[in-house]
């Protein structure tokens, strides 16, 4: 079982930054990939970016590539986002996740997790 808690979210201006945290506890976080997914209102969850457990690969959505950057620290079992030039288009809930086998690398389907925070609301205005 691993447990995750995400913070950070906010309101910011379009063009604005913002930092997301995961803070990962319970069997061994720190063997596990991490992803952050979001949903916005009257959408699906979309997946946004995943790095694998030791921080050495990462993927992105086509749509924050260049704006975005996910990293760790294993010694803090943390996982962060970095969000850059944000629009109002970035408006969700941020949820970070673990999929269900240390196996996988970094997967990017939604199918493959089983562990998810609260999720944390941000909203980009315009």
């Known amino acids: 079982q691993v447990q995750l808690a995400e913070s950070g979210g906010g309101l910011v201006q379009a063009g604005g930054s913002l930092r997301l945290s995961c803070a990962a506890s319970?069997?061994?976080?720190?063997?596990?990939?991490v992803a952050w997914f979001r949903q916005a209102p009257g959408k699906e969850r979309e997946f946004v970016a995943v790095?694998?457990?030791?921080?050495?690969?990462?993927e992105y959505a086509y749509s924050v590539q260049g704006r975005f950057t996910i990293s760790r620290d294993n010694a803090k079992n943390t996982v962060s986002l970095q969000m850059n030039r944000l629009r109002p288009e970035d408006t969700a809930v941020y949820y970070c996740a673990a999929p269900k086998s240390q196996a996988l690398a970094t997967p990017v389907a939604e199918r493959h997790y089983a562990y998810w925070g609260q999720g944390t609301q941000v909203t980009v205005s315009s």
């Open positions: 790095i694998n457990w030791s921080g050495t690969s990462t």
């Open positions: 319970g069997r061994t976080p720190g063997n596990y990939a």
